[in-house]
């Protein structure tokens, strides 16, 4: 596969999907974050994908299968895997150079690979783990040997994540209290919400008249603790507290989980049994890659959707250089990108208002590459919480065998929109003081830095998920994930359980993959 292509926010085309969703998160009262969700890679190249795992669009000016699937991401390839085990005939068109979508390898100059996009793990989420082994990608434990960081009022304090308060930072006694008294309310609450369906809670209408931040304000009452859950809510989300559904947060919470296990706000913001808790041996990107060349020619790259029009009882769907008719469509790309798209006939008001209202969050990854992850000989696992600059979670994304350093910041929510139209050059400028800030000198000359920004990335815009502002749940979820005539849904972003993540992708993939069998 070719480099990650560059875009800028006025290139960006008019109807440009063809990613499927797939990501991992951070970390809440402590734990700096992670996850993955990655953007435009500016200097680095992704991964490459074997010659025989796609083709491009030019290579079949048509063709006629079963069922198209829109987007090579998690959910697509997912899809496409279960409904060619089941005997039929697919095409998927993926608007990139690459397969992956959200998750995304980028090239290192001394050889290496990191994760630009999502790339972790954990408890519950058995079904990109499934996956994964089913392809022979291994995992690892993520970096979490040593002491945290909190930077705040100026102040830097190392702590243990071991000791009675486990990872939450030293904060002040009243705000420790009030943190936990908000967190445990989160999980009740959340407990009461339908995860198949959260438009369906009894106090569905309450929660959803109400952003995040409004119910912070009442019930975070000490600033320390207002400061814990406004980390926690950027790392999880990539957006502010402001900009969020009440509903769709406690949703959130509730599908950090599976089946048998209910979500917790601390499954997703902790590393140690945590949603950070593993890393993909080679990077995430192991995974689409090594799936699509499962599927051979069967994926076709380079292929922008641009229509979707039902004919004569089948459905023609037309991307760049390339037509595709089919019994069925399965749309597996982020809400806003399937929005792009053309359709004849219009779908149904109430899922074009929904694409309408289902924002992409905004984020950034920064790696900063250094002979060695020296860190670690201070006692520090690599992971900061700050109130202070454009970075104010970190992660050490160093190979499992230590053969080079690799500190990853993200950069969300504000942060990633005030620097959107910041050269590179400036983005390493404000990242590295705010490394040296944290770890001293020695951050200040990395051998080589890498960045990602999702909201200039043409095929995402934004990251790691799409999401709900008050109203809009209850008034369209109803049309999240319901089929419109041939054409169904798929994405993390339709997923019950680990919405946003990986997980969630594969999730929605094997699910429409059975609605799809079911129907033709």
Known sequence: MASERQHSPSSTPSNAPGNAPGLSRRSLLGRTA???????????????????????????????????????????????????AAGKTVTVLEARDRVGGRVVNLGLANGGVTEGGG??????????????????????PTYNTGKNLLYKDGKKTPYATDG?????????????????????????????????APWTAAKAEEWDRQTFESWLRANAVIPSAKFLLDVACTSIFSAEPRELSLLFVLFYIAAAGNETTPGTLERLTETANGAQEQRFVGGSQQVPIKLAGTLGDRVALNAPVRTVTRSGGKYVVTADGITVTA???????????????????LLPAARDQLMQRLPMASVGKA??????????ADGLNGQVVSDTGVVSSTFDNSPPD???????????????????????????????????????????????????????????????????????????????????????????ETSVHWMGF???????????????????
């Open 34 to 84: 992670a996850v993955a969700a990655g953007a435009t890679a500016l200097t680095a190249t992704a991964a490459a994908t074997p010659a025989s795992a796609a083709t491009t669009a030019t290579t079949a000016a048509s063709r006629d299968v079963d069922v198209v699937i829109v987007g090579g991401g998690l959910a697509g390839l997912t899809t496409a895997r279960d409904l060619v």
């Open 119 to 140: 790339e972790f793990i954990g408890p519950t989420q058995d079904r990109i783990k499934a996956l994964a082994d089913s392809l022979g990608v291994g995992t690892f």
């Open 164 to 196: 009675i308060l486990g990872s939450v930072p030293p904060i002040d006694a009243a705000g420790l209290a009030n943190a936990a008294i908000v967190q445990a309310s989160l999980d009740d609450m959340a407990k009461q919400v339908p995860v198949d």
């Open 327 to 345: 019994k069925r469509v399965v749309v597996a790309v982020p809400p806003p990108l399937a929005a792009r798209i053309t359709y004849d006939p």
């Open 367 to 376: 790696i900063a590459i250094y002979d060695t992850p020296f860190w670690r």
């Open 402 to 492: 230590a053969s080079y350093g690799a500190l990853m910041g993200f950069i969300e929510a504000d942060e990633a929109r005030a620097y959107d139209a910041a050269s590179e050059a400036e983005v390493r400028a404000a990242v590295l003081k705010d490394y040296v800030r944290y770890f001293g000198e020695k951050a200040a000359s990395p051998t080589s830095f890498v960045l990602q920004r999702w909201n200039n990335e043409a095929y995402t815009r934004g990251g790691p998920v799409s999401i709900a502002a008050p109203g809009v749940l209850t008034q369209y979820g109803p049309a999240l994930r319901a089929p419109v005539g041939g054409i169904h849904w798929a994405g993390t």
């Open 502 to 520: 990986m997980d969630g992708a594969v999730r929605s993939g094997e699910r429409v993959a059975k609605e799809v069998l079911a129907a033709l």
